[in-house]
């Protein structure tokens, strides 16, 4: 954590493991949001145990939440192997009566424990036995990009904005593949490492895939670095782009020097012009086009209008960075095409003969993006930063890599380019259509919502992974 924060602390859960008790030397008295024990009581000299030994140096922040202390370390030696570094932060959950802290905590504990990453903060110990639960983090005495861009008014520079969202996006991609949401970025959750890069820090309402009511009606996030779909608990459009929308407010504010928690007008409804929430960052204060495109897509209104999750974010991002064009990638101008006759997609529909796939076409027609491609065309190629996923509806589709075809797919319902899209690699094989074909598209969020949706895809989504797997390992010696 960093040396301050603008924020109270948020609810956290989910991993049954304890650590030593509380040093009972101090009584600790009933707290006034009900639960036996107040962690926001905690003075400078007091000794908490999990597996190693820590006395509370000072506080950081007090929250609704909680509050989170600097603390040393009493166990940590220089050539000591696996001990936490001599100073460490403790963040420690005290919610509101109605919410348990313990739930929370494991909330937090879990992702973070899920998540390697040198972007994202490290966990380093814990305790989860009463009176109250805490967890031991890595220390960031530079701050957070709130110290920064408002307590101190250093104004950051558009070379700033790129590394900013270049690191947090790194972040999200390994907390999307892993299924896990933040919900909650903004300025005093990004802590500046002190090498020129940033940390993503306080999970503490991250969710899966499948927001919980629970946590929707928390008022997930924080006042105006909140999604359109959270200001409005539309718990069923929360996903991978809430998390965008979060990065792209944060680099607006923190580039234009100002605050949205503070600045109520800066929000709008969207137009034909504009569909974003806030109006152009060059509004406000000269950038470059590419970092303008990049930041406003992140904020359109509608969170299907946003890039895909942070693996296709952060793919745009490298190739804007290299100076180059989105046009190159084959797949990158589909989803701008007309719509194809609808009178087409509905005779494609009924000749369909896997009766899984003729169900859901027909059920869920006006959300699925169906598409056509002529003989010859390019899906996707090999080597492209990947955005897309297809499902073959009709026609013959051939892999190729390397210039040679390695495979012939014709079977309804085959996924094409779905590890890609997820872990936001280079696809390893180009595919291309050797007759006519008819595919339907998703890109991350839309694929993780349609399998979520549909369960009976998602286990054959897994058997067709496996049978690949297996094929792969039966056409490789052992050696």
Excluded at 8 to 21: E, F, Q
Excluded at 300 to 305: L, N, R, V
Excluded at 432 to 449: D, H, I, M, P, S
């Amino acid at each position: 954590m960093g040396a301050s924060e603008e924020h109270d602390l948020d609810p956290t859960g989910n991993k049954p493991i304890t650590g030593r008790a509380l040093d009972e030397t101090e009584p600790l008295t009933p707290s006034k949001s009900g639960h036996p024990a107040d962690s926001s009581d905690l003075a400078a000299g007091k000794r908490l145990y999990a597996t190693y030994q820590y006395e509370i140096l000072s506080t950081l922040r007090k929250g609704g939440f909680g509050a989170i202390y600097t603390a040393r370390c009493l166990d940590y030696a220089p050539d000591a192997v696996g001990t936490p570094p001599g100073e460490v932060v403790i963040k420690c959950f005290n919610p509101p009566l109605g919410l348990d802290p313990t739930t929370m905590l494991k909330r937090e504990l879990s992702a973070l424990l899920v998540l390697k990453d040198p972007h994202v903060i490290r966990v380093f110990d814990w305790n989860l036995e009463e009176p109250f639960g805490f967890v031991v983090l890595e220390y960031f005495p530079k701050g957070s990009l709130h110290d920064v861009a408002f307590a101190r008014k250093n104004a950051l520079n558009e070379e700033d904005i790129w590394h900013l969202l270049e690191d947090v996006l790194t972040a999200l991609n390994v907390a999307h593949r892993a299924s896990i949401l933040h919900l909650d970025i903004k300025p005093g959750n990004i802590l500046l490492n002190g090498q020129g890069g940033y940390v993503l820090t306080d999970f503490g309402i991250s969710q899966g895939s499948m927001v919980s009511r629970s946590i929707v009606d928390l008022g997930v996030g924080s006042l105006g670095y909140q999604a359109p779909e959270q200001r409005k608990q539309q718990d069923n459009l929360i996903g991978t782009q809430t998390d965008l929308w979060g990065l792209g407010a944060t680099a607006w504010s923190v580039y234009t020097g100002l605050r949205m928690d503070l600045n109520k007008d800066l929000f709008r409804d969207p137009t034909g012009t504009n569909p974003a929430g806030v109006l152009p960052l060059s509004l406000y204060r000269k950038c470059s086009v590419e970092l303008e495109e990049l930041i406003m897509s992140f904020l359109a209104y509608d969170p299907t209008k946003r890039p895909g999750g942070a693996a296709e974010a952060l793919a745009k991002l490298r190739v804007f960075r290299s100076g180059g064009s989105l046009v190159e990638s084959p797949s990158a101008t589909l989803r701008k095409r007309p719509k194809p006759d609808q009178r087409e997609v509905r005779v494609l529909i009924t000749g369909l003969v896997d009766p899984l796939w003729a169900a859901i076409c027909v059920s869920d027609f006006n959300q699925l993006h169906f598409e056509k491609f002529p003989e010859g065309e390019l899906l996707c190629a090999e080597g492209e930063d990947a955005y897309l996923t297809f499902v073959l509806l009709s026609g013959t589709v051939a892999v190729e890599r390397n210039g040679r075809q390695i495979n012939r797919e014709t079977r309804e319902g085959t996924f094409l380019g779905e590890v890609a899209t997820l872990t936001g690699q280079a696809r390893t094989a180009s595919v291309r259509a050797v007759t006519e074909v008819w595919c339907l598209l998703f890109n991350a969020a839309e694929l993780e919502k349609f399998v979520t949706r549909n369960p009976a895809v998602g286990i054959r989504l897994v058997k067709s992974l496996a049978e690949r797997l297996s094929n792969f390992h039966n056409a490789s010696p052992v050696k």
